[in-house]
Each structure stands twice: as C-alpha cells, then as structure tokens.
Nanobody, 118 residues
Framework: QVQLVESGGGLVQAGGSLRLSCAAS????????MGWYRQAPGKQRELVAT???????NYADSAKGRFTISRDNAKNTVYLQMNSLKPEDTAVYYC????????????WGQGTQVTVSS
C-alpha cells in the first residue's frame, strides 16, 4: 500500500522559512510528477508547485521567487523550501504524487499545517 507522509509544518513569523518534506513508501514501481498543494480555511485546494521525474518545475504565481521544490528520486521524497513566508501562506499543505504501483494513480498525503503569524 502506497503512503505519502509529510513533515516540516509548523508556526513561523512572517518573513521566516520552513522546509516541508514528503516521503513516498510502499510497493512503488515508478514516480512521475510530485507536487505540493495547499488549502486555506474556506478556500479550495490550490497548486503550489510541481516537479517531474526529470526535474522540470512549475510554480503558482504566489510561490515564484519564494518557494523552491526539489526531489530526491533515490529516496522517493519531495521537498518544498519556503522562504519569505507571508500570513496568506497559512494553510494545510498536501503532498501529491502521480505514481505507479500495480496501476498508475494519484496519491495524497494527510497534510501538514503551516501557520504564518504577522
């Protein structure tokens, strides 16, 4: 059974930094894209950043210049380095992976809370 486990969330002051990690485990044959999404209270889940197995990245406009997504394919892990955090970055951050175990599918982590105080 595939699992995505996130870590690294927490409370930080505006202007601070956090690094999120997400490790995929289980009977994984291959991982295609991995990414981070977030959902603030009362809002829809939105894309933050994605990265392909080849390292191509895509960022939401709100994340460009402040956040950096990276991955370690050997560890099946994706990271999100978040700098210059703003109160509006407060949300639950979810890891996502497009991967193949017995079949290709879309998997989500349980989410990690990021709170940025002003």
């Amino acid at each position: 059974q595939v699992q995505l486990v996130e870590s690294g969330g927490g409370l930080v002051q505006a202007g601070g930094s956090l690094r999120l990690s997400c490790a995929a485990s289980g009977s994984i044959f291959s991982i295609n894209a991995m990414g981070w999404y977030r959902q603030a209270p009362g809002k829809q889940r939105e894309l933050v950043a994605t990265i392909t197995s080849g390292g191509s990245t895509n960022y939401a406009d709100s994340a460009k210049g402040r956040f950096t997504i990276s991955r370690d394919n050997a560890k099946n892990t994706v990271y999100l380095q978040m700098n210059s955090l703003k109160p509006e970055d407060t949300a639950v951050y979810y890891c996502n992976a497009d991967l193949t175990d017995t079949d290709r599918g879309d998997y989500w982590g349980q989410g990690t809370q990021v709170t940025v105080s002003s």
